[in-house]
């Protein structure tokens, strides 16, 4: 029987992570890396965040099986908008 493994990756794209964002998308890589070698039929999503605030909330990248596509996706993300210290959400929950 043969499946496909379906792997979405939520990315925290706000400024707070901004100090460790090369890291982060390192780390994405690498976790990925294996996985997509180990099997034929894998798909790769990815999924940016920032705040409700940011003019941009979420940007969906769709599911590919396209490793190239994906680190493509992946390389171009940055970290900004939203509060640095989080006082927005927390704010906002009150």
Known sequence: MDTTLDIA???DCTS???????????RISKIIEPIVNCSNDTRL?????????????T???????SIN???????????????QDGTRAIGMMN
């Open 59 to 65: 940007v969906i990248h769709p599911f590919t099986q």
């Open 9 to 11: 990756i939520c990315l």
């Open 45 to 57: 999503a990815l999924i940016e965040f920032r705040s409700r605030d940011d003019v941009m909330v």
């Open 69 to 83: 596509t994906f680190e493509k996706w992946l390389s171009s993300t940055e970290a900004k908008g939203g509060s």
């Open 16 to 26: 707070s992570v901004a100090p460790n964002f090369c890291q982060i998308r390192d």
